[in-house]
């Protein structure tokens, strides 16, 4: 995959967006800690005030741009910034916008309980199901918002078949593209209008820092813009700064992270106290052929059943000493979670159902140690369940 001009992903993840610092020949991105700017002749200026703009800010927008193969990004708080922005940016009041079922908690609830006061009508779908697709665009959905694949049921979304169907009713697609990173997946190649991270996430893949990205077209990236000055969730310097530091090192991250979650899902897939594993890599994952087109690696997110239910689910996860129970991902540790009652606990029962999240289901971010440890605390966990 070539990221900027002719150069390569890694290459781009490294350099990209980056030059030497003019004044001083600074080789490392400097953190331009300020929250306001001394103004000069220069009319506009350049740079006025953080929550407007901020060199540190800029270098990790045109990373990202450059990865995702956008014209522009920006740079926000955190995910949650980004998808408000993004939304704010693309739909304008009393217009409807579709939400997958199958998202973050946090993107659900926004969804349900705050978009609605803005003035948006909200439709849930379930975006696997073509007939769903179908019914929101027929009932008027002008964007769709989605991810894939879903969180926290590692199914996938059929992305150029989505993109095309809201391509036929004028719609545009906006997918949050945190689970795979540009590294492994690219929706706008595929025909999504615009991306969205949570950059807190493999991005920068430390688990230190808050962050959010949207990329897409520069008038829609600077419409985003607008609505995240009247909005206030600038990101620090600091914090763009270490998404920065961390983006460097995405590629070699992502596929260590996808080696280890491989060797769990097999792992887990034949131990007996698993009832069905989830991994996008595990050639007995129903959409598996998809992935393999979709995606260039199944990266280190995967969701397995326990026979047992909730109680079973907490007995194990307090049995585990390396593997931290944690909601969040894509850090360089391994963290679980139970979606029933952590990340997706904001859904109704019943959608819950309806999108297969049961008392049994675990989340797990795989991280980057090594994977016989990794396998080690889980065997020990599943075991000590009698
Ligand atoms: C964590 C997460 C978010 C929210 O991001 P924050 O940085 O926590 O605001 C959104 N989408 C996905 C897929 C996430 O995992």
Redesign the pocket.
């Known amino acids: 995959m070539r990221g900027e001009g002719k150069k390569g992903f890694s290459t781009t993840a490294v350099h990209g967006g980056e030059e030497p610092c003019p004044v001083t020949g600074a080789h490392a991105v400097p953190i331009y800690q300020t929250s306001t700017f001394v103004l000069g002749r220069e009319l506009p200026p350049r740079y006025v005030y953080t929550r407007h703009g901020n060199p540190t800010q800029e270098v990790l927008e045109k990373k990202v741009a450059l990865l995702e193969g956008g014209e522009a990004a920006l740079a926000t708080a955190?995910?949650?910034?980004a998808?408000l922005v993004s939304l704010l940016a693309l739909v304008e009041k009393g217009r409807k916008v579709g939400c997958s079922l199958a998202v973050?908690g946090?993107?659900y609830a926004l969804a349900r309980n705050l978009l609605p006061r803005l003035g948006m009508e909200v439709l849930m779908f379930d975006p696997r199901r073509r007939e769903e697709v179908e019914r929101v665009l027929g009932m008027g959905a002008e964007v769709l918002f989605l991810?894939t694949p879903t969180?926290p049921t590692l199914d996938l979304v059929d992305l150029r078949e989505v993109c095309g169907l809201a391509g036929e009713h004028g719609a545009k697609v906006v997918v949050?593209n945190?689970?795979m990173t540009p590294y492994y997946q690219r929706p706008l190649e595929l025909g999504a209008e615009v991306v969205v991270h949570?950059a807190?996430?493999y991005l920068c893949g430390h688990g230190d820092s808050?962050?959010?990205v949207v990329v897409g077209r520069r008038e829609l990236v600077e419409e985003a813009r607008r609505m995240l000055v009247l909005t206030g969730g600038a990101i620090s310097p600091f914090n763009a700064w270490l998404i920065v530091r961390g983006i460097k090192t995405l590629p070699l991250r992502m596929e260590r992270h996808s080696r280890n979650a491989l060797r769990v899902a097999e792992f887990l897939s034949s131990h007996p106290r698993v009832k069905r594993v989830s991994y996008p890599g595990l050639p007995s994952h129903p959409q598996h052929g998809l992935a393999r087109r979709q995606m260039r690696g199944f990266g280190g997110m995967l969701a397995f059943e326990l026979e047992g239910g909730m109680e079973e689910a907490y007995r194990m996860m307090e049995g585990l000493e390396l593997v931290k129970c944690a909601v969040?991902?894509g850090d360089v540790s391994s963290l679980i979670e139970h979606p029933a009652s952590m990340t997706h606990r904001s859904l109704p029962e019943e959608e819950r159902e309806r999108i297969g999240i049961g008392e049994g289901l675990m989340r797990m971010s795989v991280g980057v140690e090594d994977a016989e440890d990794i396998i080690g605390d889980l065997e020990k966990a599943l075991g000590a369940l009698g």
Do not use: R, V
């Not at 955190?78 to 910034?81: K, L, N």
């Open positions: 955190s995910g949650m910034a998808i973050y946090g993107t991810e969180n949050d945190t689970l949570s807190t996430k808050l962050g959010g969040s991902l």
